[in-house]
């Protein structure tokens, strides 16, 4: 850089001066008839321009002096400007290096604390709050509850639960609206957010509060809560940006382990139900075997049954066919019985006419009526014999019909056991078909 205070006024006017008489000495060589002219040029002209030079001079040097010192300012905050940059630089370096640092933890982490964990981690390393608290809402009995805390005394996380209604105060409104809730200064905030339990959640000297939702698919897993006193910085509305964005990385993170852990859940069940799968199938295949068996022996049952009907329809056929040709040779034996009564009868007219003819003969005709009396209680005895098989004859065509009768109800009662029979065989075989594909289903 030029020193330009190292320009004296003198010396530029001793440089400009010699500069003038080296220019008179050249032009009275080249032009010696107007020495006497340069001479007093010289002597007249040059003491003023010497001056003015001189002045301009000094005027341009302090000007040039005034813009170096200026440049010298400038570049001395230049230089401070980079080494705060530098400095900035390092430091951001170092706080991206951490929160680098800070999601890889959060990316690594297996259970649902260890990112609470990390996450309170994460929240109070970038903010610097008085407490950091994250509450997540518990179904069961409708509150939300302080799973994880980070805070500069210690903390009995069970005590610090409130219930997920307008009772609950600020916590509970950011989850019901799904917005945040910021109060600058929360001792002039709303009556209803100093509700139990608050008085432990939120110390004594509580400037300032951010609820942030912790919210997935417009689904509210809890709240996020950075509490500030008053010797902390209040919250920018960069930092509230920031912490939007980091509230909503969390939330994927929790809802990413919350979804491993129910499919680890899934996973069991569907492990066990597959072991009693198994087992049931076992017991199902035992029981598809035993009725595959139990089928089988029935269907040789039905099938002797089906034998036995058909021996039964036939003997009931015979049967009935043997009292048909029974009934006609009764219906014979009627005519021949007939036959005898009308020579029975005949027989008695013929010992009544003898008899009368041996009284009408005197004692010649005794012993004729003898024989005529003893051909008449012959022709008695016939007829009464007549009579009695008559008697018996009908009574053996009753039963005979009665057998006909009876034979002709087995024969159908065969008939509708032998059509049961065939359709239970219908069924039986369709019940094997089945217990045979079940049997093969439950192989595989």
Not at 13 to 35: D, G, I, K, T
Not at 201 to 207: D, M, V
Not at 296 to 309: C, L
Request: proline fraction near 2%.
């Amino acid at each position: 850089m030029i020193q330009f205070n190292k320009l004296k006024p003198g010396r530029l006017y001793r440089l400009a001066f010699s500069a003038a008489s080296v220019l008179l000495a050249l032009a009275l060589l080249l032009w010696p008839q107007h020495a006497l002219k340069l001479v007093v040029l010289l002597v007249a002209v040059f003491p003023m321009i010497g001056y003015i030079l001189d002045k301009y001079f000094n005027t341009l040097i302090e000007n040039l002096q005034t813009v170096e010192a200026r440049i010298q300012g400038s570049f001395k905050k230049f230089e401070d400007r980079e080494k705060q940059y530098q400095y900035n630089v390092e430091e951001l370096q170092q706080e991206l290096t951490k929160l680098q640092q800070l999601n890889v933890n959060l990316q690594e982490a297996n259970t649902l604390q260890q990112i609470l964990i990390q996450i309170t981690e994460a929240i109070h390393y970038m903010q610097e709050c008085d407490r950091t608290l994250i509450f997540l809402y518990n179904s069961a009995n409708d509150c939300l509850e302080c799973r994880e805390a980070r805070a500069n005394e210690p903390l009995v996380l069970e005590d610090l639960k409130v219930p997920a209604t307008p009772d609950g105060g600020i916590l509970a409104k950011a989850f019901q609206e799904h917005q945040i809730q910021y109060l600058e200064n929360f001792e002039t905030g709303a009556p209803e957010y100093d509700l139990l339990p608050y008085n432990l959640i939120f110390p004594l000297h509580t400037t300032s509060a951010v609820v942030l939702p912790l919210t997935v698919n417009e689904q509210v897993l809890g709240v996020l809560t950075l509490i500030n006193r008053a010797e902390n910085p209040a919250i920018t509305s960069q930092q509230l940006e920031l912490l939007k964005l980091f509230a909503y990385q969390a939330s994927l993170a929790i809802a990413n382990v919350k979804m491993q852990e129910e499919l680890h859940q899934l996973n069991q069940e569907l492990g066990e139900n597959y072991q009693d799968l198994l087992k049931r199938r076992e017991f199902y295949s035992h029981i598809a075997q035993d009725l595959s068996s139990s089928m089988t022996q029935m269907s040789f049952s039905i099938a002797e049954v089906t034998k036995s009907v058909q021996t039964l329809t036939e003997q009931s056929e015979n049967l009935s066919r043997r009292g048909n040709e029974l009934l006609n040779h009764l219906s014979n034996i009627d005519d021949i019985i007939a036959s005898i009564n009308n020579v029975t009868r005949q027989t008695k007219l013929l010992a009544f006419n003898a008899t009368i003819e041996a009284v009408r003969v005197g004692e010649a005709g005794k012993g004729f009526a003898v024989v005529a009396e003893a051909v008449r209680k012959l022709a008695q005895q016939s007829a009464d014999d007549s009579k009695t098989i008559q008697a018996t004859l009908t009574a053996m065509q009753g039963a005979i019909k009665a057998i006909a009768e009876v034979a002709e109800a087995t024969h159908n009662i065969a008939l509708l056991q032998q059509q049961g029979t065939e359709q239970m065989n219908i069924v039986t075989k369709d019940v094997l078909k089945r217990a045979e594909d079940l049997v093969e289903s439950l192989q595989f």
